[in-house]
């Protein structure tokens, strides 16, 4: 919660109230705060990934990019909502149950709206969960749960849904950095599909890679590029694209992917 968030203006919090009860009844989710709520904070991508339901996603830091990644990755998480709004009756209770004065409007006096970061529903032995992340700076996580943390754990629980405080370094990990490397390459084979080319490309690297002609992944791209008379660039096109849907799995933690060895990569069968 901000001071952006306490000086909503009454108009405001009221058309959000109603867009919040008409996607309700829809079937929809509607973010509580976006990005045009908050100028000049965090970033605004729009994301094709099932995942996000091919919603347009807010993260209003980097740190939410980061975990949003991680969630886009992880094989057991099935959709991710951004900024959920709780229901002021229950983090009114919630507030209560931990001892906890809830913030106030100050122009209204009426509870604060609270929202958390991210929700992402799990499959997990083929049982439905929710699980909620209230992201903040790395160096929050010495200092423990903010009072709106504390809140905001209260009423998940109440609900049986598990919430989790992540402290996040933002974009800086090599591992954050690969995992929107690979989301991006996602996206546009989402948004645009694959040409008979890429296909061909991604094959012919694949069979490269499980031969082990080259000893590095990049030296094994530029070997395609030059057997098929291919563009520059479009041999680690093709791997990334294959790392994307996990045909190949690699080092998240490596600095530079094309510097991998090849014998380091795991191979998956393609269909």
Known sequence: MT???????????????????????????????????????????????????????????????????????????????????????????A????????PHYPDSGDAVDLSTDLVAITSVHGKLERKAFSVKAASFSETGLTPKQRIEQQAWSNAGVKFEAVYAKGMHATRSKNLAWLLRAANDVAAHGLTEREIATQRELYRRLCRRCEAYVIDACKAVERLAGLPLGSGMRAFRQLAAFRHIQFDLEAPEPGKILVESLELKKMR
């Open 3 to 93: 001071s952006r968030t306490l000086r909503m203006r009454p108009s405001t919090r009221r058309r959000k109230l109603k867009e919040q009860e008409v996607a309700g009844k829809e079937g929809r989710h509607e973010r509580w705060i976006g990005t045009r709520d908050m100028p000049g904070v965090g970033i605004k991508t729009r994301l094709t990934s099932p995942k996000t339901e091919l919603r347009e996603i807010h993260l209003l830091s980097a740190g939410e990019h980061a975990l949003f990644l991680e969630l886009w990755w992880a094989r057991d998480v099935l959709t991710i909502y951004d900024q959920v709004r709780l229901d002021t009756g229950a983090t009114r209770r």
């Open 95 to 102: 507030a209560a149950e931990v001892g906890i004065e809830h």
